[in-house]
Nanobody, 128 residues
Framework: QVQLVESGGGLVQAGGSLRLSCAASGRTFSSYAMGWFRQAPGKEREFVAV????????YYADSVKGRFTISRDNAKNTVYLQMNSLKPEDTAVYYCAARSRPFYTIVVVTTLYEYDYWGQGTQVTVSS
C-alpha cells in the first residue's frame, strides 16, 4: 500500500503561482511513477502531469504545457507541481496519484483508472 497526501492548495489571482506537494508513505519503493489529475465541479477528472520516479521523465496535458512543472525529490518521497501563469479555468480539486508499473502507451499515462493509489485532493481556486 502507498498513502498519498496533497498540500499547497489555496486561492490565487489569475497570473499568479502556486506549488502543490504530494507526500508519499508506505510501500513507496514499489511506485514507478506519480502524477497529478484535477476535477472541476460537474466535470470529469482529467490528467494534468506525470513523472517517472527513476529517470524523471515527464509528460503534460496540452492545457498546462509551458505553465506547469512537475518534479520529484525521491529522498523525501515527495512530488511537486509548480503552477505558474494560473488561469480561472485551472480552478479544480487537484489529486495526486501513483502507479506501480511502467507505462506502455500514452493512453495508459493519461487514464485515471490505470493508477493504483490516490490522495484526498487539495482545492485550487484562481480568481479573475
Amino acid at each position: 500500500q502507498v498513502q498519498l497526501v496533497e498540500s499547497g492548495g489555496g486561492l490565487v489571482q489569475a497570473g499568479g503561482s502556486l506549488r502543490l506537494s504530494c507526500a508519499a508513505s508506505g510501500r513507496t519503493f514499489s511506485s514507478y511513477a506519480m502524477g497529478w489529475f484535477r476535477q472541476a465541479p460537474g466535470k470529469e477528472r482529467e490528467f494534468v502531469a506525470v513523472i517517472t520516479l527513476s529517470a524523471g521523465s515527464t509528460y503534460y496535458a496540452d492545457s498546462v504545457k509551458g505553465r506547469f512543472t512537475i518534479s520529484r525529490d525521491n529522498a523525501k518521497n515527495t512530488v511537486y507541481l509548480q503552477m505558474n501563469s494560473l488561469k480561472p479555468e485551472d480552478t479544480a480539486v487537484y489529486y495526486c496519484a501513483a502507479r506501480s508499473r511502467p507505462f506502455y502507451t500514452i493512453v495508459v499515462v493519461t487514464t485515471l483508472y490505470e493508477y493504483d493509489y490516490w490522495g484526498q485532493g487539495t482545492q485550487v481556486t484562481v480568481s479573475s
